[in-house]
């Protein structure tokens, strides 16, 4: 099984600044056949299901907005909010899909400080 | 629009059964990767099992041999039959769709199952 691990587990930023989550999978997602990171972020508002927000490591979903961005290959990937929102109070989890069982980081709690 | 709407939870003694229910709409079942997911009160996200457009199925190794998926493509619907239920099993469960192979991109609002005596 591929183990998948986040850090901080929790966050707390100001309004308008930057905020990063790592993930960090124990072996790589990357696939050589399409040279693909097998790894998506997902947000997860209180009471609500998650929501995909970047897919392939990078790709943004549609109707995302772009101060989100994904980075990182193969092993270690970061979620980037370049200009933290109310509406961004929410637990983050990195999933790796590159193969069952398609594990989920631990996630990050994401706070307004 | 793709909707999913899971149904069946409820209360359980430890090692009884339930059957959940998800329920699709905007789209085929049996086209796409179907995914069960849990989450334990104030807990993360555990992925359950994934049923593959073929039919095969795979299971997280805490549900092996005691949770079963199967779909009724009549009625466009997934189901998770859980047997043995145990406490550590209580959790609102989602069914999610992948329907791009790249993430699960669409999720129903949960159903809640708690196990106890």
């Known amino acids: 099984d591929i183990v998948m691990s986040q850090s901080p587990d929790s966050l707390a930023v100001s309004l308008g600044e930057r905020a990063t989550i790592n993930c960090k999978s124990r072996q790589s997602v990357l696939h050589s056949s399409n040279n693909r990171n097998y790894l998506a972020w997902y947000q997860q508002r209180p009471g609500q299901p998650p929501h995909l927000l970047i897919s392939w490591a990078s790709t943004r979903e549609s109707g995302v907005p772009d101060r989100f961005s994904g980075s990182g290959s193969g092993t270690d990937f970061t979620l980037t909010i370049s200009s933290l929102q109310a509406e961004d109070v929410a637990v983050y989890y990195c999933q790796q899909y590159y193969s069952a069982p398609y594990t989920f980081g631990q996630g990050t709690k994401l706070e307004i400080k | 629009d793709v909707q999913l709407v899971e149904s069946g939870g409820g209360s359980i003694q430890p090692g009884g059964s339930l059957r959940l229910s998800c329920a699709a709409s905007g789209f085929t079942v049996n086209t796409n990767y179907m995914n069960w997911v849990r989450q334990a009160p104030g807990g993360g996200l555990e992925w359950v099992s994934v049923?593959?457009?073929?039919?095969?199925?795979y299971y997280a190794d805490s549900v092996k041999g005691r949770f079963t998926v199967s779909r009724d493509n009549s009625k466009n619907t997934l189901y998770l039959q859980m047997n043995s239920l145990r406490a550590e099993d209580t959790a609102v469960y989602y069914c999610?769709?992948?329907?791009?192979?790249?993430?699960?991109?669409?999720w129903g609002q949960g159903t809640l199952v708690t196990v106890s005596s």
């Open positions: 999610a769709r992948d329907g791009r192979g790249s993430g699960f991109d669409d």
């Open positions: 049923t593959y457009n073929s039919g095969s199925t």
